[in-house]
């Protein structure tokens, strides 16, 4: 039967990312209100407190839905390529921006993710992954079976919505991709890369 994962990232983070500003709050409240009426069977988010406090403003708005921790919908680096998987013009770049994180176990929990979130199930079923960005472009690369290395360059904005649709008788299908239409103007494209919004 098909599977709805729809995908989010935290509110829009403090400073010292231990929580989320008041921006981030009201971003967070207003995709609770946008989600209000979809018939979700769960929340999953990542342990920290930016994507916790997320799930938990969304859930005000989901009565009766559980909300659970998962590490696979975590922050980290879901694939570190080789340098001759990337092309060549972008390769060094790329792997200079990956150096800043610490790569450790994060192939483990991206397949984790894959195998908990994504793919055809028994019954029909719409279930919400508040995350971070770098699971989200993971994600969306293996619903379009993008090469390995091409969940680079894949961003997604602050409690923007994006929706993937698994079902056994078609490819997965990306229907909303960082979609923003519930947010009013001051609050969209947080914590975009300034230089790639629109
Ligand atoms: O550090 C970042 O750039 C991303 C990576 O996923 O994390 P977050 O979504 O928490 O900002």
Redesign the pocket.
Known sequence: MTRYLYLT??GE?TPD?SGLTANGRRQAALLGERLKDVPLSAVHHGP?P?AAQTARLIAEHLPGVPVRVSEAAG?YLPYVPAKEELPSEHADRLLGFLAG?PADGGARLARQAEELFTGPVEEPRHELVVT????IGWLVRAALDAPGWRWLGINHCNAALTVIRYSPDRPSSVLFFNDMAHLPPELRWT?FPPELRL
């Open positions: 990232r935290h983070a990312e920290l930016r922050d994180f971070h960005n770098f699971l914590g």
